[in-house]
């Protein structure tokens, strides 16, 4: 079986971004996440009860 994805390391610049940063991005992305259950879950409520 071919390998499709070949590892690459990450660069060595070391230019990462802050720790704060990171975890803005987390919490954001698990916020909009939660939002877009919630908003898909009321909206399907809403319509079973027509």
Do not use: H, Q
């Amino acid at each position: 079986m071919r390998n499709f994805f070949t590892p690459t390391p990450p660069p060595e610049t070391g230019d990462e971004p802050p720790l704060g940063r990171k975890l803005l991005w987390f919490f954001g992305l698990c916020l909009a996440g939660s939002a877009a259950v919630a908003i898909t879950a009321y909206t399907l409520r809403s319509l079973l009860f027509l």
